[in-house]
């Protein structure tokens, strides 16, 4: 197992309110230490050594969202030093090729006719693989990272804006901005893909998916993403397991 360097501090105490609704008090559904991976479930092992930090997840009454507030206190270097760091991979192996390889095939097999004419911006698009796999394919496609490539936004917006596996990585009092950045993005006739597991229920704080060293921070329901999507005369539908599109209510 992969030692862990000693955390930057993390506030144990319950959060007072919801990031995404407001709903108070949001009660706990238990704790996670912080070293466990997505990758310690599909591997069968863990990944990484323990650090007797246990992560409390809380679960709002009113959306249903699952979150942690321990590291709202958390700088973005204090993300890329403790979770986005050089042994993210062993966390989730497939983020640096075989996922953008797979969603970059979902995108150019549901937009193949229009693969001259639609723009694709990947929001959130780490190492920037699935654009440039777009890019082979014919596609007008940029990618943008605010951690593994911290580049200004594009200046246009685009046809088609995807996010994959991004927003459950997101703290629960930035998802609002985070959305409104997404939605800004979205040209007036775009849709939007956004990859996301959503809370299984009964809610089980052991599931894979809860994992802090993954940075997944926000496991959202159906209900807390079409409250955040709402302002920005947004909804999603889920066309598939972990995969909703976006799309305009009028
Ligand atoms: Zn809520």
Known sequence: MRPVAPLPPVDLSPPPACGICGGAQPPPIGRKEFS??????FAGERQFADTGIHIPYHRCRDCGVVFTAALDDWSPLDFARHIYND?????????????????????AGIWHYEQDSRSVLDYGGGNGRLAAELRMRGFDAASHDAFYDPQPLPDRRFGLVCSFEVIEHVPHR????WVAGFAAMMAPAAVGLLGTELVTEPVDIEHWYFSPRNGHITVHTADSLQRLLAPHRLEAVTIANGLHLVRRTG
């Open 36 to 41: 466990r991976s997505g990758n310690d479930h």
């Open 87 to 107: 042994d993210y991979t062993f966390s989730d192996p497939p983020f640096d090729s075989e996922r953008p390889a797979r969603n970059a095939a979902i995108v």
């Open 174 to 177: 930035d998802q609002a901005g």
